[in-house]
């Protein structure tokens, strides 16, 4: 009989290997790993790729970001090395509205919509689909009012 306690005390050692505690608690080598285009600097042409995939006008698209960016009534805030812009809608319906009209009175006094109603031709129906673009991504109620007002003239 103690030959088979003894072999069954063998093997469930084998089968129980205790681990230390300290063991548990390292950091796996592969928690480690950190993705080359998280380090290296970026080897290809970024204005290319905007330019690729914005299409036409990105650079006046650019500009009219820019002009959101630079105003208060956009909600404009700094995280990590970029700035991001967003409406606030903990506010009530009645102020969200009153902050779209202002947001569109701030559009239309740096020029953002000059030449809507008065130039024609295809670039024209482009700016204006682009800005209705730009300002629907920031805040819908600004894309439907600019398409109310120029794209049903």
């Given at each position: 009989?103690?030959?088979?306690?003894?072999?069954?005390?063998?093997?469930?050692?084998?089968?129980?290997?205790?681990?230390?505690?300290?063991?548990?608690?390292?950091?796996?080598?592969?928690?480690?790993?950190?993705?080359?285009?998280?380090?290296?600097?970026?080897?290809?042409?970024?204005?290319?790729?905007?330019?690729?995939?914005?299409?036409?006008?990105w650079e006046?698209?650019?500009?009219?970001?820019?002009?959101?960016?630079?105003?208060?009534?956009?909600?404009s805030k700094?995280?990590g090395s970029?700035?991001?812009?967003?409406?606030?809608?903990?506010?009530?319906?009645?102020?969200?509205?009153?902050?779209?009209?202002?947001?569109?009175?701030?559009?239309?006094?740096?020029?953002?919509?000059?030449?809507?109603?008065?130039?024609?031709?295809?670039?024209?129906?482009?700016?204006?689909?682009?800005?209705?673009?730009?300002?629907?991504?920031?805040?819908?109620?600004?894309?439907?009012?600019?398409?109310?007002?120029?794209?049903?003239?």
């Amino acid at each position: 009989m103690n030959i088979f306690r003894f072999r069954i005390q063998v093997l469930s050692n084998h089968l129980h290997i205790p681990t230390p505690l300290s063991a548990s608690l390292e950091a796996s080598t592969c928690l480690h790993h950190s993705p080359p285009e998280l380090s290296e600097p970026i080897r290809f042409d970024t204005r290319k790729m905007r330019k690729l995939l914005d299409g036409h006008n990105w650079e006046e698209r650019d500009m009219l970001y820019q002009l959101m960016i630079q105003s208060e009534l956009f909600g404009s805030k700094e995280k990590g090395s970029g700035v991001s812009v967003g409406p606030d809608y903990n506010q009530s319906m009645k102020q969200q509205r009153e902050m779209t009209m202002k947001r569109m009175l701030y559009l239309s006094g740096h020029g953002a919509f000059d030449g809507f109603l008065t130039e024609n031709g295809p670039q024209n129906d482009l700016r204006i689909a682009y800005t209705t673009e730009i300002a629907a991504q920031f805040d819908l109620a600004c894309g439907f009012m600019i398409a109310v007002q120029f794209l049903l003239w």
